[in-house]
């Protein structure tokens, strides 16, 4: 059964379209039955988790490429493209 963009898999996970890459993103069948039996809380906190771990390898690729940069500029760097320019 193919799942279009626009339908939910359950009420908190939705596959979308991303305009951005111009692909479609979609979860895997397994990670899905798994992720619906997480609590939203639990889904938040894999989700942060995440986000958290992007944030830390971007900070130290950064920093990688930049030694001569303190941290201030670094995080100033990293929050920018985490907010895609709007920080």
């Not at 944030?55 to 941290?71: A, G, I």
């Amino acid at each position: 059964m193919a799942i279009k963009s626009d339908e939910f898999i359950d009420s908190s996970i939705k596959i979308r379209r991303s305009t951005e890459f111009g692909h479609l993103e979609v979860v895997d069948d397994v990670m899905c039955e798994i992720l619906k039996q997480k609590s939203p809380l639990e889904r938040l906190k894999i989700a942060f988790g995440l986000w958290r771990s992007a944030r830390k390898q971007l900070f130290y690729y950064l920093r990688s490429l930049h030694p001569d940069w303190d941290e201030k500029r670094i995080n100033s760097e990293v929050i920018k493209r985490i907010s895609h320019g709007a920080a």
